[in-house]
């Protein structure tokens, strides 16, 4: 008999254990899976059906495509124009630099590079909010602003920085390269790091000069970590609004040469408590995020399939 029940008691553990194994993998992801539907579904299932609706307080009615038939202004065109603009520079400053201060770095002739490399990363933890304030008085247009002190040493007049289009991005641009290089440095280092000594030393072997070694060796296995790159400074480039914001000091700029998409949905949303609109054009703005993030995978030859 006492056998007999520690079999049926090993049987019912062997059970529980068995049903608990199949269920652990679903226990663990749950929480990604309620923050996901809670937190990303949720709201963009809601912002999809508000745009198709004009929402007052204690009213709603739907509207159909009016909101998106208002997105043909001059004041989203000019969102638009300013966030593509400022998102094709960025790709311009923000993928070469850090790579090739990235193989500065990472070679053993570099001295002081553990330096450089947390030096080069502190203005990424710095707040946004406190450097936006900062770099608006670098910018500033009086004549003892720091920018405008550098133009005297050259005998260059004084610029009013904020109020041009050309100067207002330079000024921006300026920011995003004081605030992203050094977290795309670290990016590149990891994947410099991967990349086998053996590859340079057999091309040095072989005559290899440093600019071929750099263009047919770190360039081509650079290319995953470059992509993924490339597709965050997308995503940041469309979705830049507070560097703005603060560089503005919250005000609209002058002939809106500060005006992003996310600055309009804010805007739009909360300062003219026009939901419905803000709302159609969050889900443009998702919408040409996602065709120029699947337009730049498509040229990287990311969906083709390896051999």
């Known amino acids: 008999m006492q056998i007999e029940r520690e079999l049926r008691h090993n049987a019912k553990r062997g059970y529980r254990l068995g049903n608990s194994q199949k269920i652990a993998p679903y226990v663990f992801v749950l929480p990604f899976l309620l923050s996901f539907a809670v937190f990303f579904a949720y709201p963009l299932v809601n912002a999809g059906v508000m745009s198709f609706q004009e929402v007052l307080p204690g009213e709603v009615s739907f509207v159909g495509l009016d909101h998106y038939r208002g997105l043909w202004n ?6 638009l124009y300013n966030s593509s603009r400022y998102t094709l520079l960025t790709l311009f400053l923000l993928i070469p630099v850090p790579m090739v201060l990235a193989v500065f770095l990472n070679a053993k002739t570099m001295m002081f590079s553990n330096f450089f490399r947390s030096a080069l990363f502190i203005p990424a933890l710095t707040s946004v909010v406190v450097a936006g304030v900062v770099f608006r008085l670098i910018f500033g247009e009086l004549d003892g602003a720091l920018m405008n002190t550098i133009l005297h040493l050259f005998g260059i007049p004084s610029q009013r920085w904020l109020y041009s289009s050309s100067l207002g991005m330079f000024a921006l641009l300026v920011l995003a390269g004081w605030r ?29 000069g440093t600019m071929r070694r750099f263009m047919r060796i770190t360039v081509p296995l650079l290319k995953p970590i470059t992509i993924y790159v490339v597709t965050i400074t997308i995503y940041g480039g469309y979705a830049m609004f507070t560097e703005s914001y603060m560089l503005w000091a919250g005000k609209p700029s002058p002939q809106n040469i500060g005006l992003t998409i996310v600055g309009y949905i804010y805007q739009q949303g909360f300062q003219y408590f026009n939901l419905g609109f803000g709302s159609a054009i969050g889900i ?18 990311m969906f083709k399939r390896e051999d």
């Open 180 to 208: 992203w290089i050094g977290i795309n440095i670290l990016y590149f280092l990891s994947a410099l790091q991967s990349i086998p000594r053996e590859l340079y030393e057999a091309a040095e072997m072989d005559g290899a």
């Open 284 to 301: 443009t703005l998702l919408g040409i995020t996602l065709l120029v993030s699947v337009l730049q995978l498509t040229l990287s030859g």
């Open 74 to 79: 001059e004041d989203f065109g000019a969102a």
